[in-house]
């Protein structure tokens, strides 16, 4: 395709900004338990309500020592046990030292902990072979986070790396944002749902399986409205349907310019819906808009035009809805395609490919093979994206090119 036939196109860039320009997150948001939360997003920060460590307390396997006992290098008679859940908290005589075990509270006038490996230990008592400096090998109170800092901001998704924080404050409800309701529908005569025989000239749903798997993962609630018959009833009564229940409504197919293709219609009569050409290769046509209540974003038919769709512009459209600020993309890297890729200059390209370092440390990436927008197996196949400039032609063995590895929408 040459410049004549995608000069028209728009960019995903201006895509992105008029979409993201135009939605403000949500303002509603709940109480949860820690135990319901992964996959939430912060409503606000999360403050701790306790100084971690909550008490000072020994880092080694060793002895509490007074620093001024140590001088005369005498042994130290042992006055008592400190464990992790069981204080000494008994009066500390002078002249000895107390055997403490690593997480026990520190013993009031403690001046350092000295490590078991460096204690001799006989009858007369503990005698230490160290240089001892005031302070060691204790932790003090507060030290990891204080009581009223911040620990997590808001718009952050709640995961394995921040609900086990949050435990560890003795957190166990938190203020989220509430869930996104997203409606869900594919249209085409041809479309029939898995687990029901093909009749001639029948395929199966591949889309709303995607598309619905993906929300589910960005923790949206999906409202499932099924196959919609290309007809102008049935297609007018699942958009006022979905408008109804949801903050966002997804459709695919009916966005090109076929005969049976009612969707632009029907939109332009309930709402103000924006169609686009976009110059991106797969996935030129897609809608984006506003109906009486809810959003809307039309994918294209073709599997792969609608998952690439999905993934490239409704996903960040999602996470500012849902309020979730630190959302992003993995970065895209720099890498040396060991296969040749057919690409020709018009639009950005969204191949799919293998990307792996070699022995020396450097990336290195192949292509899935045909990349056709019906071929969905290339998803399987591949874990990044190789993104191809716009301008770009075809790429040699042996050039530089962009890659995207997939994140946790597309990779196991
Ligand atoms: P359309 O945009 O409706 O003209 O569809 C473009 C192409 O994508 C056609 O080959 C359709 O059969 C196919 N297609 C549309 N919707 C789906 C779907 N939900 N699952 C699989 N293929 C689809
Ligand atoms: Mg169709």
Redesign the pocket.
């Known amino acids: 395709m040459d410049h004549c036939h995608t000069s028209g196109l728009i960019s995903l860039e201006q895509a992105l900004d008029t979409m993201l320009g135009q939605v403000v997150p949500l303002d509603e948001t709940e109480s949860i338990a820690l135990n319901d939360a992964c996959g939430r997003i912060t409503a606000t920060p999360v403050i701790s309500p306790i100084d971690v460590p909550p008490f000072a307390n020994s880092a080694m396997d060793g002895y509490a020592v007074r620093i001024s006992e140590l001088n005369a290098n005498a042994p130290l008679p042992i006055a008592g046990k400190a464990f992790a859940g069981a204080p000494f908290n008994d009066a500390w005589p002078a002249n000895s030292c107390i055997r403490i075990m690593t997480g026990a509270p520190i013993p009031a006038g403690t001046e350092a902990v000295i490590m078991q490996e460096q204690a001799e230990v006989s009858e007369a008592g503990v005698r230490f072979n160290a240089v001892v400096h005031a302070g060691q090998n204790v932790r003090l109170a507060g030290e990891d986070i204080q009581q009223g800092a911040s620990v997590l901001p808001a718009g952050v998704r709640l995961g394995a790396a921040q609900l086990p924080l949050l435990a560890s404050l003795g957190i166990s409800e938190l203020r989220v944002m509430r869930k996104l309701k997203v409606a869900v529908f ?3 005569d ?2 029939q749902p898995v687990g029901q025989p093909l009749q001639d000239g029948q ?6 399986f995607a598309v619905r798997l993906m929300l589910e993962q960005m923790g949206c609630e999906v409202i499932d409205l099924g ?1 919609i018959r290309d007809d102008r009833t049935a297609l007018r009564a699942a958009f006022e349907q979905a408008d109804r229940s949801a903050d966002l409504v997804i459709s ?5 310019v ?1 005969e ?2 009612y969707t632009k219609q029907m939109l332009d009569e309930l709402g103000e819906v924006g169609f686009w050409k976009l110059a991106i290769k797969p996935g030129k ?1 897609f809608a984006f808009g506003k109906l009486q209540h809810a959003w809307f974003c039309g994918l ?4 792969v035009s ?1 998952a690439l769709t999905f993934y490239q512009l409704v996903q960040p459209l999602l996470a500012k809805l849902a309020g979730h600020h630190e959302w992003h993309l993995p970065p895209r890297l720099r890498a040396r395609a060991l296969t040749p890729l057919k690409k020709a200059p018009g639009r950005l390209d969204f191949q799919r490919g293998v990307f792996a370092s070699n022995a020396l440390g450097e990336l290195e990436v192949s292509t899935t093979g045909h990349q056709g927008s ?1 071929v969905f197996s290339s998803f399987s196949q591949g874990n990044c994206f190789i993104v191809l400039e716009r301008d770009r032609g075809a790429v040699a063995a042996g050039e530089m090119v962009e890659i995207e590895p997939f994140n946790m929408l597309l990779r196991n």
């Open positions: 594919s249209t085409g041809e479309l395929i199966y749903d591949t889309n709303r196959i695919s197919g009916g966005v090109s076929g049976a293709d046509p294209p038919g073709n599997p609608a019906h």
